[in-house]
Nanobody, 122 residues
Framework: QLQLAESGGGMVQPGGSLVLSCATSGYLSEHYNIGWFRQAPGKEREGVAYISGSGESTKYADSVKGRFTVSKDNAQNTVYLRMNNLKPEDTAVYYC???????????????WGRGTQVTVSS
């Protein structure tokens, strides 16, 4: 099994930046493909970024392309989501999810973290 724990959320002004972390643990955790998702109140869960287990493949939702960057540090068993030029519409609970299959931005992952709140407001 894979365990995931997000951290780094908070409140930031529009135009600001945050870095979210997703710490993974469990057998072969460094080989899992990881997706970042977000869910705002009253809205469906949205996939925003993906990184393959090898780190060689990434994918982004159009809504965050050019502003968000996903990366991973296998030595730390951690996946990062750097978010720049944040907008009020980025406000949501952000989750990381893991699976051996390549679901990319589809929410079909087997393993999920509990989420971290990101609020963008002036």
């Amino acid at each position: 099994q894979l365990q995931l724990a997000e951290s780094g959320g908070g409140m930031v002004q529009p135009g600001g930046s945050l870095v979210l972390s997703c710490a993974t643990s469990g057998y072969l955790s460094e080989h899992y493909n990881i997706g970042w998702f977000r869910q705002a109140p009253g809205k469906e869960r949205e996939g925003v970024a993906y990184i393959s287990g090898s780190g060689e493949s990434t994918k982004y939702a159009d809504s965050v392309k050019g502003r968000f960057t996903v990366s991973k540090d296998n030595a730390q068993n951690t996946v990062y989501l750097r978010m720049n030029n944040l907008k009020p519409e980025d406000t949501a609970v952000y989750y990381c999810a893991g699976d051996m299959l390549e679901y990319e931005l589809e929410p079909d992952y087997d393993y999920w973290g509990r989420g971290t709140q990101v609020t963008v407001s002036s």
